[in-house]
């Protein structure tokens, strides 16, 4: 039984049958929206990067394509540099590695954008062969001294810009996400940034908050939730007084849809026990198709998370009192996704601007269903309020003035 005209005329009755299409008689602000993903394996290594990367960006661009949709790329570039470095000794590697700049600079050729994103925690990774990765450094980029952070970015940065210029001579690294959102209060990443030619930072999430082995960061109380801002130079939560030489934009959190949440938890519980349960028929306790997909460990569980009491509190967070996430469509299924484009058009009615630049996440390592952000992408590419854009097209609004960024 084919359940999807089911499906949409639901979704119809919640949102109207044009689903995120809005008529231009609203009288809503103009959303200028980059769809953006983190281009990467695991935070801890592991994981096929032709699973986790290179076979859904292809689906992705191709989704992409054919809604003419340009998307932007954060490519982790510290994982490529790592494989690069170490290929001449295991020689696994360099057909990896080849690959991702193939499938890299293919998008690219297509009009897609690319720009940099950085996991420190492969600075001086050893590898052990058969995909094993150990990856000793601080997740965050923060805690690294000064020169260190320079070095990362300023390698990163040459590494794209060498890369992408054979196939156009103006390209530039313009806009940073910081791995793992590590970003404040940090007294020389934005200045260092700005040294480099990084026109704006979108590292803030504002209301998410991480205590876990790996990661700490509180941005539970930024100054700025959803509009451009020239940040204090020593900590993006603030907001400066003055206009600086870089900007921030927070990529985009929302409130949690708590019912949909529900149903989506119940749907990965089931996909999980089904390839638990089909790894117990091959004798083994994982298919190869999960062990390629990588694994995580406790990276993400914060402090006072673990236990039964911790769990408890965790559920009733998500479930009852509710909390905000980072607007993360791969995690997401389309009526999470219309109730988040809802509240990003109340946001944008509210701040008073004409034009709003809004920044969406996506993980293609996580995503689970391709056809919910076709459905996504198709109603944005016909919403009349809504002008999908690259991040370096956002950054050139900026120089231009088209865009503004406020100040304390």
Same mark, same amino acid.
């Given at each position: 039984m084919n359940l999807r005209p089911i499906y949409v005329q639901l979704q119809q009755r919640a949102f109207g049958a044009s689903g995120l299409i809005l008529d231009s008689s609203d009288m809503q602000p103009l959303i200028y929206l980059a769809l953006t993903d983190d281009w990467e394996v695991r935070g801890n290594g592991t994981g096929d990067p032709r699973v986790l990367q290179f076979e859904p960006m292809r689906k992705l661009v191709k989704i992409f394509n054919n809604y003419g949709i340009r998307g932007s790329f954060n490519a982790e570039v510290m994982q490529q540099l790592t494989y690069r470095g170490l290929q001449a000794h295991f020689p696994e590697l360099k057909p990896l590695a080849d690959e991702w700049e193939e499938v890299m600079t293919e998008s690219f050729r297509q009009g897609h954008d690319i720009q940099l994103h950085l996991h420190p925690q492969w600075r001086d990774a050893t590898?052990?062969?058969?995909?094993?990765?150990?990856?000793?450094?601080?997740?965050?980029?923060?805690?690294?001294?000064?020169?260190?952070?320079?070095?990362?970015?300023?390698?990163?940065?040459?590494?794209?810009?060498?890369?992408?210029?054979?196939?156009?001579?103006?390209?530039?690294?313009? $806009?940073?996400? !910081? #791995?793992?959102?590590?970003?404040? %209060?940090?007294?020389? +990443?934005?200045?260092?940034?700005? @040294?480099?030619? *990084?026109?704006?930072?979108? $590292?803030?999430? !504002? #209301?998410?908050?991480?205590?876990? %082995?790996?990661?700490? +960061?509180?941005?539970?109380?930024? @100054?700025?939730? *959803?509009?451009?801002?020239?940040?204090?130079?020593?900590?993006?939560?603030?907001?400066?007084?003055?206009?600086?030489?870089?900007?921030?934009?927070?990529?985009?959190?929302?409130?949690?849809?708590?019912?949909?949440?529900?149903?989506?938890?119940?749907?990965?519980?089931?996909?999980?026990?089904?390839?638990?349960?089909?790894?117990?028929?091959?004798?083994?306790?994982?298919?190869?198709?999960?062990?390629?997909?990588?694994?995580?460990?406790?990276?993400?569980?914060?402090?006072g998370e673990r236990g039964v009491f911790g769990l408890a509190r965790k559920l009733a967070k998500r479930y009852v009192i509710g909390q905000r996430y980072i607007s993360d469509i791969a995690q997401m299924d389309y009526s999470m996704m219309c109730k988040m484009m809802a509240h990003i058009r109340r946001q944008a009615a509210k701040s008073g601007l004409a034009r709003v630049p809004v920044i969406l996440e996506n993980h293609?390592?996580?995503?689970?269903?391709?056809?919910?952000?076709?459905?996504?992408?198709?109603?944005?590419?016909?919403?009349?309020?809504?002008?999908?854009?690259?991040?370096?097209?956002?950054?050139?609004?900026?120089?231009s003035g088209s865009f503004t960024a406020r100040t304390a």
């Open positions: 590898y052990e062969g058969h995909g094993n990765w150990k990856l000793a450094g601080d997740w965050s980029i923060i805690n690294y001294p000064s020169q260190q952070v320079r070095e990362m970015l300023a390698s990163g940065k040459k590494y794209l810009e060498t890369l992408l210029c054979k196939i156009d001579r103006a390209y530039a690294c313009v $806009s940073f996400r !910081a #791995g793992s959102w590590c970003a404040a %209060p940090s007294d020389s +990443l934005l200045p260092i940034l700005s @040294e480099l030619g *990084f026109v704006f930072d979108m $590292s803030i999430v !504002a #209301g998410i908050r991480y205590e876990t %082995p790996q990661v700490k +960061l509180d941005y539970t109380h930024c @100054e700025e939730p *959803f509009v451009p801002y020239y940040p204090d130079m020593k900590d993006a939560r603030r907001v400066s007084r003055s206009v600086e030489p870089i900007v921030c934009i927070p990529t985009n959190s929302s409130p949690g849809a708590r019912i949909a949440s529900l149903r989506q938890d119940f749907r990965k519980a089931g996909n999980l026990l089904l390839r638990k349960i089909q790894g117990l028929g091959h004798g083994n306790s994982a298919t190869p198709s999960a062990l390629s997909r990588g694994r995580s460990g406790d990276e993400w569980t914060n402090k293609t390592k996580d995503i689970s269903s391709f056809s919910d952000i076709e459905h996504f992408v198709a109603d944005v590419s016909r919403s009349k309020d809504i002008k999908t854009v690259t991040l370096k097209e956002i950054a050139d609004g900026f120089r």
